[in-house]
Structure formats: structure tokens, C-alpha cells
């Protein structure tokens, strides 16, 4: 059997790229009775009926895997936000960071829109950026306005598979138009009177971008953290995990409980008090979200 990447899922049809040729392919039945969907992403092994046209008959393993959007086997996310328009939110920014921990992505934050914001606006997100990457994470400052800026994101892309996520209206089919022209993504105004962008990408599929492949997909539509436990919710801080083992109490969830590694680090200001807050705020929302069915 030939074996291949789904790249595109539209209308019941798999688009499996296999070398340089991409196959037309319909999921066996079998599939199906499994309660499995094939999924952008997956490697699988499929068998040509027709010229260009087939059937996947294997799935392989996935590494991991997104529900919304459905995409599998990630190497990277980028985080996009904007300076302005929307404003930019620390909150939200580490909503998504969690999110992406959680299924062991790395991420990426890229600022967008810098061109649009006063100095002073743009020292409060240098300070932001400066705290970012303290913790470890890539940032970068970009304007779509400005493409002598893009050539330095091309290192980032080669060989991985990225997906984009970032709310409506930051900018990401803009910033994916820069990155590579030809693409002629569709993007949209922000809406004034509702004060975000309209959704403008229908479906998932992997381009090439840069010698690697990046997923545009038409966003994350949920950003709950239905999947993470209380007690993993700490993993996802690379600040509070390195720092987890020296707490007094072994499960310790830095909150209430004394001799704490994080919330001393936090009285020194070596974890970010903001940061601190959102994952207390993050906490209190998995501890009293309803049972899962």
C-alpha cells in the first residue's frame, strides 16, 4: 500500500499527498464502525482504485491531536495576537498557551499589528514580550504593513507542521498572505460595531509555507478547558513546573498551601504576578466546571 499525509478534509473526500501527487481518497467503512475519523495531519496508508483516487486503509499512530480545530500530529502553534484591534489581553494569550501546553505543542507568539500603536503602547508590549520570553517562549513583533520584517519568520516553519491560533481579526490569513503571496487567503475587516473579524476560513487544510507545512483552519472555537485536570493545569506553566519539585507538599496546587515554591517565586518576582493570577483564575474554573458525561 501507498502511504501518504491527509493535507485537506472537505466533503467526506480525504486529500492525501503522497510524494509529490495528492489522492482524492474516501475512508473505508471500517472507519466508521470504530467510531475513527481520519483527520488533517494523519499519516495513513491508502490503496489507488483510479488514477489519483483511492481509499485510506490504515491510520497510523498520532503524536497528538487538536478537537477544535481538528488537526493531528503538530509540531508547533502560533499564537497570534494583536497589539490593537483587538487590544491585546495577557489573558487570553495564556488561555492559549495553557491550551497548547496541554497537548505538548510548542508554542509561538507572534504580536501583530505593532504598526498601529503609540510608543507608549509599545513599551508596555516590549515588557510584555521581555516577560514571555524570560519563561522560554519565541516572540516576535510583526506588521503585515511592513514585509521587510518576514523574512526572519522563515526559519520557524521549515520542516514543521504549524498551525495558527489566535481569536478573530488578530491577523493570521493576513500574516500567512506575507508569508507566502500566492496563497491569497481570504481575510476580513474587523466588524466595527461588533469589534471583531468575521470568520473567513471554512475548513482545514495544510499549505506549504516556508519548506514546511501550516494549517489554516478556521480557529479555535473553544478555548475551555474540558480536557485538563486541576492537577495538571501546573505542567502548563514552564515557570511554576521547573519550579513544582521544591514545594513543601508533594500535589501541592500553589494556592492555599504553605511553603510553596511558586508563590514564593512570585513574592521575589521571579514568576510573573500576572501569570500567577491567571492560573489561580484558570484553577478555579476546572474545579468548578460541570461533570463530564
Do not use: W
Not at 66 to 85: E, M
Not at 244 to 255: I, L, T, V, Y
Amino acid at each position: 500500500m501507498a502511504e501518504g499525509r491527509i493535507v485537506k478534509a472537505l466533503s467526506g473526500f480525504y486529500y492525501v499527498q503522497s510524494g509529490d501527487k495528492i489522492y482524492s481518497c474516501k475512508g473505508r467503512g471500517v472507519f466508521r464502525n470504530r467510531n475513527i475519523t481520519p483527520l488533517v495531519g494523519d499519516f495513513v496508508q491508502f490503496e489507488e482504485s483510479n488514477p489519483g483516487e483511492g481509499y485510506i486503509m490504515e491510520i497510523e499512530k498520532r503524536s497528538n491531536e487538536l478537537v477544535r480545530p481538528p488537526i493531528v500530529n503538530i509540531n508547533q502553534a502560533v499564537i497570534v495576537s494583536s497589539a490593537v484591534s483587538p487590544d491585546f489581553s495577557t489573558l487570553l494569550l495564556d488561555r492559549f498557551l495553557v491550551l497548547i501546553e496541554s497537548k505538548n505543542i510548542n508554542p509561538l507568539i507572534f504580536i501583530t499589528k505593532i504598526d498601529l500603536i503609540s510608543d507608549k503602547e509599545r513599551m508596555n508590549i516590549d515588557s510584555y514580550k521581555d516577560i514571555y520570553e524570560k519563561i522560554g517562549y519565541s516572540v516576535e513583533m510583526l506588521s503585515s504593513k511592513q514585509p521587510d520584517n518576514v523574512p526572519v519568520l522563515e526559519h520557524y516553519f521549515a520542516d514543521k507542521v504549524s498551525v495558527f491560533a489566535g481569536q478573530s481579526g488578530v491577523g493570521k490569513s493576513t500574516l500567512l498572505n506575507v508569508l507566502k503571496p500566492s496563497l491569497l487567503l481570504k481575510t476580513a475587516e474587523i466588524s466595527k460595531s461588533l469589534g471583531r473579524g468575521k470568520h473567513t476560513t471554512r475548513h482545514v487544510e495544510l499549505m506549504q509555507v516556508n519548506r514546511g507545512l501550516v494549517a489554516d483552519t478556521p480557529g479555535f472555537s473553544i478555548l475551555e478547558f474540558n480536557e485538563i485536570e486541576a492537577e495538571e493545569l501546573t505542567n502548563c506553566f514552564p515557570e511554576m513546573r521547573e519550579r513544582r519539585k521544591n514545594c513543601k507538599f508533594r500535589g501541592c496546587m500553589h494556592h492555599k498551601e504553605p511553603k510553596c515554591a511558586v508563590k514564593a517565586a512570585v513574592d521575589n518576582e521571579e514568576i510573573s504576578r500576572f501569570r500567577y493570577e491567571h492560573y489561580l483564575s484558570f484553577l478555579e474554573e476546572i474545579k468548578t466546571r460541570k461533570p463530564r458525561y
